[in-house]
Structures are given as structure tokens and as C-alpha cells.
């Protein structure tokens, strides 16, 4: 284990050993985060991402497994002052947004001179330094959602865990949240992000996991991940857009996709047709079907 | 030592309705006694001012203190707080500090109130003082046992078995034996129980004592329960 954040083999019980009522929340769950990174955390509701991270936080303890954080076993109080991290629906204490950073701040031991100084430089960065002194119980739920991010960077982390950090934003909001950890990415930060917006996660993460009844169902490279073996996409010129089912015409060419075991039948017929083959690549899926696709596989199993 | 303090103060900060009202009621009864000032003051019913404020204090500190955690759990607010670098014994001193600053203003309050009634009542007013000190030590000890039970009870339900524990040796019968001395609370209980404004009471500063020390004992076994529990479990 050698990554920012270690899950070796962890599993988590809810619920006492008698119990009939037991669940098991993560099964044999095996995971490493690389320092720099957006990693994406994906599944269906109760697959078991915010048991992942309470575990990470040390908010609970495995039934069976280990874990580190930053180097540490998870539940070390020291290295959390090196963690940010944002719970779903965060319940923030009713207080003006820039004490309540302070409050935050100073629990991860921040000096009063430095700690004034990020408390600026967040609410800057989330928009919200012209309401540094309104009570956040007057937020609205999206600018709460900021507060609580900003309490996350107060520290300067070096790896951010966020818990459906989009869930309750709208579109607008959604898409300054996105900028914000694009941007606490390009400064060094490592971001653990579970989501349940699939578009959000292509857009930003490099490498996903799909959690699925507590078992990881598939990691990977975001790229990789949407590129489709059983599918390729042709772009040809020269024949007409009808001899092919779903063709795309656009600019003078055909562009169409075929099973990969149909690939050398459809690259004959265009030359058949007098056409000429311009290129041929893997098909590429949202993750949204890889998503739907792989959970369908792991509910069918 | 910082976050301790912070969490403290925070804690305060969330319970400043029922310290208000407790300071409300610790004025509004004195007043009550003294017959809001227009008659002079009978001795029995300052004692009884004193041992029945004793108890209120007390109590609600109990109260208060076994309701920390799981309003905090209730309203999610525990986890961002425990994200930070702050250890699950830290935060479990910041409730009891919390307590004990509340319970420390009560006191004082009472002090203040007691001695206006014993300057009404023509009493000494030193004795007042020394029931301030237990006042101060039957609160702390009274909220570190009902946190040390509710980190595993519901909160009322730990706040009414510490404050029977502390009775237990009276229900059992034995309380001129060594060991009820040591029992938690005990001493200060009966010591306050005994109160009179006569040279025989005096401040047991033993039975202070041996609450302090056992208030640290009972924090620090809440601590290594506290440390298994999983707080982000929601509690209803």
C-alpha cells in the first residue's frame, strides 16, 4: 500500500454478529488513490461509497480489513489536519461563514495569522466573501454546499474527500463547484470525489471506481474506461449514408458503428461500394452506459 | 489544547437557552425564598434553597452532557468536526470542559444567591462557598458519568443511570461503608444531604477530590468506548 489513501481488503459489517438484520456495506474492498488525481467514486445508492469514506475519516471502524490515510492507519487525529472533506448534505453550526471557517480552521491547529488569511482566500474562491458576515442558516442550500466546501480547503489539504459534494446544486452551481476542484486540482490537490452525476465525473475525474452491493466492479482510467471492445466507429467517404444502419452524415463523410466481430464486413462492403475507409477506432460509450451496463451485470450475477 | 477549547466553547454557544433558563431559575427561586425581598428569611429554607439547587444543577448538567453527542450525531454536524485533527478523547474533554464551565456559572450564581440569602436570614455566609465548591465537583462528575454512559445509551436513559448510580449505596443500605466513599458521587451527595449552617459541616474536600479524580477515570473510559463507536451511524 503505497498510495494517498489505502483500502486493503476492508470489510464492514452494520449491525451486531447475531443479528439477522446485518448488512454488509463493503465486501473485500481493495483501493489505492494516486497522489495528484481526481478519482471518481461511482455507484448505485447503498453500494457503500460513504461507508468507503467514514472509513477513511475514521467515523467507524472496519469489520475486517486495513486502511491507511496519508501514510497513517485510518483514525489517526493528526493526519486529518492534512484532509478536507465535505459530507453529503453538510449540517453546518448557524454562524456567520467567516467564523464558522475560523472555527473549522483553528480545529486543524491554523495559527490566527494564517487562518485569517485563508479564510479570505477561500471565500474568494467560492464567491461568497460579500457574505463572510451573513449567518450561514440564511445560505441558500447551494451556497451552504460552498461554505462547506470552503471549510474543506481551509487547511490548504493535501487530499480533498468529497461526499456528493454536487448533489443538492443546481446547474449553474454545478458548474462553478466543477471549476473549483478543477482548480484545487491543478494546485497540487488530490480529490476523492463520490458522486452520483455521472457527467460530472467524466468531465473532471481521471481514474473512476464502480462500487456496486459493496464490491468494487470496475477501476480504471476514465478514457479507458469509456472506450468500447465490443463496439468500433468508421468514418468513410464515398457511399451513401443509407447503406449503413444509424450512419451519420456530415461534411461528406459517413460516420457509423458496428460490432467489432462485424468490422471486417463493413470495411469490405464500403470498399464494394467504392468508397474509401478514412478511420477506424474503438467506439466510445458516456459512462452512463458503462455505468448502467456494469451494475446491470453485477445485479445479474 | 486549542480544539478542546474551541469545541467547548461551541458547545456552550449550543446550550445557551437551557444555561439561560437554569440562571433564570437559579435568581427566580432565591427571590422565591427571600418572598422577592419583603420578608426576612428563614435558616431552614435557605438550606433548603442550597440542597435543592445543588440538585438542579446538577441534574441538568447531567443532562446536557449525556445529550452532547447524540445531538450532534442526530444533526450530522459531529462529522465535520471530527474530520479535523481532533481525537474522539478531545472532543469527548471539550464536552466535559463545556459542562464544567456551565456548571462552574451555575455555581457561582448560586454562590451569589446564597449568600443574599444568608445576609437575609442573618447566617454566615462561608458555608455558602463551600457548597458552591461541591456544587461545582457533583456537576462535573454528574456530566462525565452520564457522557461515559451515553456513549453507548440513549441519552436520557444515561443521564437517569448515572444519576441513580450515584445513589446507589443509599438504595443499597450501606452508605457508612469505606467503600460508598468511594463510590462516584456518593460522598458529595450525602455531604450535601448533611448541609447545615452549624460548626459541624464542613467542606469535605475528600469527597471533592475523589470526584475530580474519578470525573478524569470516567472521561477517559468514555474516551476508549467512544473510540469504537461509529459515529456517522445516524441515531434517531
Known sequence: ?301 | MKPVWLIATNFLREHRWPVLILFAWIALTALGAAGFGRQRVAPDDVVFYLQQQTIYICVVTAFLAADAIHNERKSRRILLVLSKAVSRGQYLLAIVTGASVMAAADALLFGLCGVWLTARAALPSSPVWSMTVMVLAGAVIAATVSLFFSTFLNPYFAAAVALSLFCAPAALHTPGHTWAEWWPGFALLVDVLRFQFHAGWKLDWMAVAVAGFESALFWALAAAVFRRRDVAVPVE
Not at chain 1, 467515523?59 to 475486517?64: A, D, E, G, K, T
Not at chain 1, 473532471?204 to 471492445?229: D, F, M, P, Q, Y
Not at chain 1, 467517404?237 to 463493413?266: I, M, T, Y
Request: with cysteine; proline share 4%.
Open chain 1, 1 to 301: 500500500m503505497t498510495g494517498i489513501l489505502d483500502y486493503s481488503n476492508v470489510t464492514k459489517d452494520y449491525g451486531p454478529p447475531w443479528s439477522r438484520r446485518r448488512v454488509r456495506a463493503l465486501d473485500s474492498f481493495t483501493l489505492s488513490l494516486e497522489r495528484g488525481e481526481i478519482f471518481g467514486f461511482l455507484g448505485p445508492n447503498g453500494a457503500g461509497k460513504t461507508t468507503a469514506i467514514h472509513l477513511a475519516l475514521g467515523f467507524m471502524r472496519p469489520s475486517s480489513g486495513t486502511g491507511r490515510l496519508l501514510g497513517k492507519p485510518f483514525g489517526d487525529a493528526a493526519t486529518r489536519a492534512r484532509v478536507g472533506f465535505l459530507a453529503e448534505n453538510a449540517a453546518l453550526y448557524h454562524r456567520p461563514a467567516a467564523k464558522l471557517l475560523r472555527f473549522y480552521g483553528a480545529l486543524n491547529g491554523l495559527r490566527p495569522e494564517r487562518l485569517r488569511l485563508r479564510c479570505r482566500e477561500v471565500l474568494q474562491q467560492v464567491e461568497l466573501e460579500m457574505e463572510a458576515h451573513r449567518n450561514v442558516a440564511r445560505f441558500s442550500r447551494g451556497m451552504q454546499q460552498r461554505i462547506g466546501l470552503a471549510q474543506a480547503l481551509i487547511n490548504d489539504p493535501e487530499l480533498l474527500i468529497l461526499d456528493e459534494p454536487t448533489s443538492a446544486l443546481d446547474p449553474l452551481a454545478r458548474v462553478t463547484m466543477r471549476e473549483l476542484l478543477l482548480e484545487a486540482n491543478r494546485a497540487g490537490k488530490t480529490i476523492f470525489l463520490s458522486s452520483h452525476l455521472l457527467s460530472e465525473i467524466e468531465l473532471i475525474c481521471h481514474r473512476v471506481a464502480i462500487l456496486n452491493k459493496g464490491r468494487i466492479i470496475k477501476v480504471g482510467n476514465t478514457a479507458e474506461l469509456l472506450v468500447s471492445r465490443d463496439r468500433c466507429e468508421i468514418v468513410a467517404r464515398g457511399v451513401p449514408a443509407n447503406s449503413f444502419e444509424q450512419a451519420q452524415l456530415g461534411d461528406g463523410r459517413v460516420k457509423f458503428s458496428v460490432a467489432a466481430q462485424q468490422q471486417r464486413n463493413a470495411l469490405e462492403k464500403v470498399w464494394a461500394l467504392g468508397g474509401e475507409v478514412i478511420s477506424v477506432n474503438p467506439a466510445h460509450r458516456t459512462l452512463e452506459e458503462v455505468f448502467v451496463e456494469l451494475t446491470n451485470q453485477g445485479a445479474g450475477a
